[in-house]
């Protein structure tokens, strides 16, 4: 494959315990094309977040080589890695992470504080954003004013703040009941295809990973398979599942 926008080779990562090394994966070859919808599967501890973090330089693995869009971040400085996530990599977690003293819109503003847009136009972003996760009318929310599923499309608006060509989302559904967890899915796939953006998923949920494009199952730290490879813009929109 050629346009890689994620090359991993070798990957380990291991965390020193006292006397004890736990590994958290170990030899991880991975290549994900852009335009990709990958679902990570597995069971708990087999390294999903310690994978899905390295992959989103929030961590260094301890072996191994990380190319991001043909730049490999395996030896870059912190202050160049910062860069990385802040222009390459949205990112969704499963407590949405939200700053609850501010309002939907100014969650949707705080990753673009850091770019050189003016606060005009951040806000004109944000508003754009709310609408198109289906929350043009809650912007003015704080968290606590909004339900599980609409504080999940929050943070996702806010990881595309940047217009990220890569979303990583560690267990986005894990917090949502199942009619939200279908329409977030659905949301990230629809946002990846429209957005042209790679999204990389953690998930438990085999209904959830159904609407991947591909599954990597790892387990013991290492990648045991790694199934079906097709472009979300090729995707049929399954019907049917809630
Ligand atoms: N910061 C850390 N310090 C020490 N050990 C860690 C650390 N992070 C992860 N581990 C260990 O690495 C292994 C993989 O953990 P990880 O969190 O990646 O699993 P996971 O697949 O995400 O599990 P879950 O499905 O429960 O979220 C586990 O044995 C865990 O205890
Ligand atoms: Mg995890």
Same mark, same amino acid.
Request: with cysteine; charged share 25%.
């Given at each position: 494959? /050629? #346009?890689?926008?994620?090359?991993?080779?070798?990957?380990?990562?291991?965390?020193?315990?006292? *006397?004890?090394?736990?590994?958290?994966?170990?030899?991880?070859?991975?290549?994900?094309?852009?335009?990709?919808?990958?679902?990570?599967?597995? @069971?708990?501890?087999?390294?999903?977040?310690?994978?899905?973090?390295?992959?989103?330089?929030?961590?260094? %693995?301890?072996?191994?080589?990380?190319?991001?869009?043909?730049?490999?971040?395996?030896?870059? %400085?912190?202050?160049?890695?910062?860069?990385?996530?802040?222009?390459?990599?949205?990112?969704?977690?499963?407590?949405?992470?939200?700053? @609850?003293?501010?309002?939907?819109?100014?969650?949707?503003?705080? @990753?673009?504080?850091?770019?050189?847009? /003016?606060?005009? *136009?951040?806000?004109?972003?944000?508003?754009?954003?709310?609408?198109?996760?289906?929350?043009? #009318? =809650? $912007?003015?929310?704080? %968290?606590? =004013?909004?339900?599980?599923?609409?504080?999940?499309?929050?943070?996702?608006? =806010?990881?595309?703040?940047?217009? @990220? %060509?890569?979303?990583?989302?560690? $267990?986005?559904?894990?917090?949502?009941?199942?009619?939200?967890?279908?329409?977030?899915?659905?949301?990230?796939?629809?946002?990846?295809?429209?957005?042209?953006?790679?999204?990389?998923?953690? /998930?438990?949920?085999?209904?959830?990973?159904?609407?991947?494009?591909?599954?990597?199952?790892?387990? #013991?730290?290492?990648? =045991?398979?790694?199934?079906?490879?097709?472009?979300?813009?090729?995707?049929?929109?399954? $019907?049917?599942? #809630?």
């Amino acid at each position: 494959m /050629t #346009d890689a926008i994620l090359r991993a080779t070798g990957l380990s990562r291991t965390f020193q315990m006292g *006397e004890r090394n736990v590994i958290g994966i170990r030899g991880v070859d991975l290549e994900i094309a852009r335009g990709e919808f990958v679902a990570i599967r597995g @069971p708990s501890g087999s390294g999903k977040t310690t994978l899905l973090t390295i992959l989103g330089c929030l961590d260094r %693995p301890n072996e191994g080589q990380l190319m991001i869009d043909g730049t490999d971040v395996t030896a870059l %400085p912190e202050s160049a890695l910062a860069r990385i996530r802040s222009d390459k990599i949205g990112f969704v977690f499963q407590s949405f992470n939200l700053m @609850p003293f501010l309002n939907a819109r100014e969650n949707v503003e705080l @990753p673009m504080e850091l770019t050189s847009m /003016t606060a005009q *136009e951040r806000t004109q972003r944000a508003k754009e954003l709310l609408k198109l996760v289906g929350l043009a #009318d =809650r $912007e003015d929310h704080r %968290p606590s =004013r909004l339900s599980a599923g609409e504080q999940q499309r929050v943070s996702i608006a =806010r990881a595309l703040a940047n217009r @990220p %060509p890569l979303l990583l989302a560690d $267990e986005p559904t894990g917090n949502l009941d199942s009619k939200n967890k279908v329409e977030i899915v659905r949301l990230i796939r629809r946002l990846s295809a429209e957005q042209n953006m790679t999204s990389v998923m953690v /998930t438990h949920d085999n209904r959830v990973a159904s609407q991947a494009g591909r599954v990597i199952f790892i387990k #013991d730290g290492q990648v =045991r398979s790694n199934k079906n490879r097709v472009p979300v813009k090729d995707m049929v929109e399954e $019907e049917g599942l #809630d």
